[in-house]
């Protein structure tokens, strides 16, 4: 059974360590501070400002001045600061954040992401992506492994304008983990009721599959 987006935030979660400045993305990222474990100490960010990022509000206890990059409201934890996007930004370009969580349109195996734009669809700009990529030392990338048609969206060589070169990591997908290497995806997990099979006819580029393929535990 491929994994849900909250399954994917909460798999994504335990790759989040005590200590850690998170950068989190538009869309499935935002999920992940809803599963973070509560014994480890751990700040989000976010590029419009925010320092110290919480669960997402329950219902009735939004806050509509409160908002993430994605203009989603959110809650923010004892001790949360607030700042300009000169002073978010130097954040990242400093290379003060140990995780981003990005989510993407296009994976390549050699770590390419596309994530920001379709061409001939109308976008009002990259925002923060490109700076997030070219400064992150760990990028891991949230995502569906395929498309609306069920094309796969992890390629030998993206098509969609790209974010970044050679940068990402790791991707969580509804149907496995991956660490990206030299030579290819290599699979790491696999999603319950998820086979081998089924990850590698949905995996355009190189799947590298080494031993038995444990099963993710979340």
Request: aromatic share 6%; net charge negative.
């Amino acid at each position: 059974m491929a994994l849900d987006k909250n399954g994917i935030a909460k798999r994504i979660a335990q790759e989040v360590k005590d200590g850690y400045f998170v950068n989190l993305g538009i869309g499935i990222p935002t999920l992940v501070a809803n599963f973070v474990r509560e014994d480890i100490s751990v700040e989000f960010q976010s590029e419009n400002g925010v320092l110290g990022m919480g669960p997402f509000p329950f219902e009735g206890e939004e806050d509509a001045d409160l908002i993430n990059a994605g203009k989603q409201t959110i809650t923010t934890l004892d001790g949360a600061s607030f700042f300009d996007s000169a002073t978010s930004f130097s954040m990242i370009r400093g290379q003060h954040v140990d995780l981003t969580i990005l989510g993407a349109m296009e994976v390549a195996e050699n770590g390419d992401i596309a994530n920001w734009k379709i061409p001939g669809k109308l976008v009002k700009g990259m925002g923060g992506a490109m700076d997030l990529v070219a400064s992150a030392e760990n990028i891991i990338v949230a995502m569906m492994h395929t498309n609306k048609r069920g094309e796969s969206k992890l390629l030998k060589r993206c098509s969609l304008p790209l974010t970044g070169v050679g940068c990402v990591k790791k991707i969580v997908t509804n149907l496995a983990v991956l660490e990206v290497t030299e030579t290819g995806f290599k699979l790491l997990e696999r999603a319950p009721g998820v086979s081998v099979e089924d990850i590698q006819n949905a995996t355009e580029g190189h799947l590298i599959v080494e031993g038995d393929i444990p099963l993710m535990k979340i």
